[in-house]
């Protein structure tokens, strides 16, 4: 997967997508299966902003049934379960737990309610049942459930629920759709902005778009124009007044969980949020709170950390310090505009809009439904084409997905990765974050047997992945490789040192001399450790 500015001048397209997350990855791939003929550009890099800067999960939503939103709900939970089954290596299932305490504010009656009405959305997304039995809800008593997760204060710990949803690497999950979209022969251009929509007559006919890297401009012609631009449509002037903007923060924690999450309550106000097992680690969050600021520059602030501290606290036996924190980030959400004064009571739904000069805004929507919605966005398109294709990505696995029954397939590269010395951890993973592409990673172990080794001792991520990313995931720059292609550099603290190393081992496959890689490493320089 290459990156190729030039191909944007290869005549007139189909659509121009302009934002690379989430929404615009999955209706670039959408798109290009239908046949159409597909550009697709992001100013930055794939999943830049908030598409890697989620919960990684892909929920139902539970705490939407507060706020009577089944028809969420259950949007959500059918496009979960199709993603794990046609994306097994990408999304995968996370069981959570639900304690309950004395004080709680949802007592285990409401809980129970919850859970049922949960589980019967799921099983009625499905019209099936007999598979869900393993996704159903369970109740614990006091010290069963104790045992289940240790690390929780059981000072007035009732019992708890579990129930099932899912997990996914969401920056991962990005790039494997633009890689598919790739294949299907869509043009993706990332550090490209669309600077200028051009016009006949009042209507779209292309865009006028800058190389990032050169500040060379092409002129793009497109019959369609989708805009997917997430927290950048809160700014533009056509699409702001359909915008309310939120952000979220999360933190990395010390290891706290084995393979079940938590779902908690702020004591403080109330709210929902997470504690989640992640590449061995204890992801934490989320916050919810308007936005106003630079949608350019969205950092995680004290009082955002301070709140998700105290909130994590409350439940924990050993109390978190801020110097127990690896790193956090933020990102934005953008909701349809709402007169709600909470921003959690705001509906997560997703909508297009189309101006009046045919171009098309994705407003709002959630990473677990995107497919669904981006299928809404492309059958537009080609309504407006008088195209009739429809929808190829429902049944389909994802590009990366084995073609073997998934449960064989992983034991047995699993297998052959320990073989190669590669840890049981970071084989899981490789597996996750490749599928079926891990094969060309371990035959560079058979040849070169110390990428097997981890690049370092917490995290299980190897060299052989590193190379690997560098090679052939369209990095341009270091943190590319090091936040997206890699979470390495919100799993670990690393020195500039360090940092140093890592960007000399991958300096071969991206071309860079000794001044680019100074470069490179300045501008990483906020990640590294004192």
Known sequence: MKRDFSRLKEGQFDLL?????????????????????????????????????????????????????FKLVKKALRERQLLLRIAPHRVWPLRFGVPVYKESRVGRLQLKLGLMIYDFLAANSLRLAGPLR????????????????????????????????????????????????????????????LNSVTEQEGQVTGATVQNMLDDTFTEVMAQQLVYATGQWSAAA???????????????????????????????????????????????????????????ERVEPDE?????????????????????????????????????????????????????????????????????????????????ELGREAPCASRERLLPWAPDEDYAAWFAALSAKAVRLHVDEESAKWLLRRHGKRANEILADIENFPALAQRITPGVPLIFADLIFCARNEMVVHLDDLLRRRMPLIILNKFTMPELGRLAFEVSTELGWDDSMMKRELASCSKYAAA
């Open 17 to 69: 997508i302009c934002g690379g997350g989430i929404y615009g990855a999955w209706s670039a791939y959408d798109a290009a299966l239908r046949g159409l003929k597909v550009a697709i550009v992001e100013q930055g890099d794939w999943a830049g902003a908030t598409s890697s800067a989620s919960s990684k999960l892909i929920h139902g939503g539970l705490r939407y049934l507060e706020s009577y939103d």
């Open 237 to 295: 002037e056509m699409s702001r007044s359909w915008c309310r903007v939120t952000k979220g923060i999360h933190m990395v924690m010390p290891a706290v969980l084995a393979e079940e999450a938590l779902l908690l309550t702020a004591a403080a106000d109330g709210r929902v949020f997470f504690m989640i097992p992640w590449y061995g680690l204890t992801l934490v969050g989320t916050t919810d709170t308007d936005y106003r600021g630079d949608m």
């Open 134 to 193: 393993k996704f159903a809800h369970h109740y614990f008593k006091r010290q069963a459930f104790a045992r289940r997760f240790p690390a929780l204060d059981t000072t007035g710990l009732k019992g708890g629920f579990t129930y099932s949803d899912a997990q996914t690497d969401d920056a991962r999950l990005v790039l494997e759709l633009i890689a598919g979209a790739v294949a299907a022969g869509a043009v993706c251009v990332n550090y490209c902005r």
């Open 303 to 383: 009082s955002d950390v301070a709140y998700l501290l105290d909130a994590a606290n409350h439940y924990l036996k050993t109390s978190w310090t801020t110097a127990d924190v690896i790193s956090s980030y933020a990102g934005l959400r953008v909701m349809k505009c709402s007169d709600k004064s909470s921003p959690s009571a705001v509906s997560r739904d997703w909508e297009l809009k189309t101006g009046s000069n045919g171009v098309h805004y994705s407003i709002g929507g959630k990473i677990t439904s995107a497919r669904e919605d981006a299928a809404c966005i492309v059958d537009r398109v080609c309504a």
